[in-house]
T-cell receptor, first 114, second 112 residues
Framework: EADIYQTPRYLVIGTGKKITLECSQT?????MYWYQQDPGMELHLIHY???????EKGDLSSESTVSRIRTEHFPLTLESARPSHTSQYLC?????????????FGPGTRLTVT | QKEVEQDPGPLSVPEGAIVSLNCTYS??????FMWYRQYSRKGPELLMY????GNKEDGRFTAQVDKSSKYISLFIRDSQPSDSATYLC????????????FGSGTRLLVRP
C-alpha cells in the first residue's frame, strides 16, 4: 500500500478564503505531482516537482501554487478560492528509479467552494 | 484530438463475464502503456503495464497493445463485483519526462 497522505479528505469553504491542501509521502520519492480530476474527465496535471525547491506548472492552467521545501511534503495553496475551483485534487509521487513510470496516488481531497 | 481517448461507460456486466476495456492513442511514439484502477473515493493505483506491442497477463487480467492501430485493451476474466471501479489507461508523454497522459476512464460495474 502506497504511503502517501492527503488532508483534508473533504473541504467545503466559502468564496475568497485561502486554503492549503496537504500532501505527504514517506517513500522518499523525488517526484511529486498534483492533479485535478472532475467526474468523468481525465486527470489533468496542474503542478509537478522534480525535487526539493523545484516546481513547475502542469498542462492545465491553475491559479493554485505549490512549494517543495522538504522531499516528503508538497502542499498546494489557493489564495482566494472560487466556485470554479470545485474539484477533486489528487497528489501523487514517483521514484526516479522506476522504469515503469508508476505513480502512487493519495486518496484525494474533494474541494467544494460555495 | 485528445492524445488518449477512452469510452467513459458505464459498462455494466454480470458477475463472471469477460470484460473488455479499450483506449486509443494518437502518438505513435508512445511506448509504455499502463492501466490504473480507481475505486470510488480513492486515488488511482497501477494495475498493469506493458511495453510496446503484445500481451501481458496477470491473473485474471490481460493487457494488450496493438501499435499498428494505436489501440490498447484490458481484459478481465471471470469478473467479480470487487472489480467494480473506474479503469484509466495512461502513457508517459514520450518527452523523457515522468509525466503521464491519462484517459478519462471507463466506469465498470459488475453485478452480483
Amino acid at each position: 500500500e502506497a504511503d502517501i497522505y492527503q488532508t483534508p479528505r473533504y473541504l467545503v469553504i466559502g468564496t475568497g478564503k485561502k486554503i492549503t491542501l496537504e500532501c505527504s509521502q514517506t517513500m522518499g520519492h523525488d517526484k511529486m505531482y498534483w492533479y485535478q480530476q472532475d467526474p468523468g474527465m481525465e486527470l489533468h496535471l496542474i503542478h509537478y516537482s522534480y525535487g526539493v525547491n523545484s516546481t513547475e506548472k502542469g498542462d492545465l492552467s491553475s491559479e493554485s501554487t505549490v512549494s517543495r521545501i522538504r522531499t516528503e511534503h508538497f502542499p498546494l495553496t489557493l489564495e482566494s478560492a472560487r466556485p470554479s475551483h470545485t474539484s477533486q485534487y489528487l497528489c501523487a509521487s514517483s521514484d526516479r528509479d522506476s522504469v515503469v513510470y508508476e505513480q502512487y496516488f493519495g486518496p484525494g481531497t474533494r474541494l467544494t467552494v460555495t | 484530438q485528445k492524445e488518449v481517448e477512452q469510452d467513459p461507460g458505464p459498462l455494466s456486466v454480470p458477475e463472471g463475464a469477460i470484460v473488455s476495456l479499450n483506449c486509443t492513442y494518437s502518438n505513435s511514439a508512445f511506448q509504455y502503456f499502463m492501466w490504473y484502477r480507481q475505486y470510488s473515493r480513492k486515488g488511482p493505483e497501477l494495475l498493469m503495464y506493458t511495453y510496446s506491442s503484445g500481451n501481458k497477463e496477470d491473473g485474471r487480467f490481460t493487457a494488450q497493445v496493438d501499435k499498428s492501430s494505436k489501440y490498447i485493451s484490458l481484459f478481465i476474466r471471470d469478473s467479480q463485483p470487487s472489480d467494480s471501479a473506474t479503469y484509466l489507461c495512461a502513457t508517459p508523454r514520450g518527452d523523457s519526462s515522468y509525466k503521464l497522459i491519462f484517459g478519462s476512464g471507463t466506469r465498470l460495474l459488475v453485478r452480483p
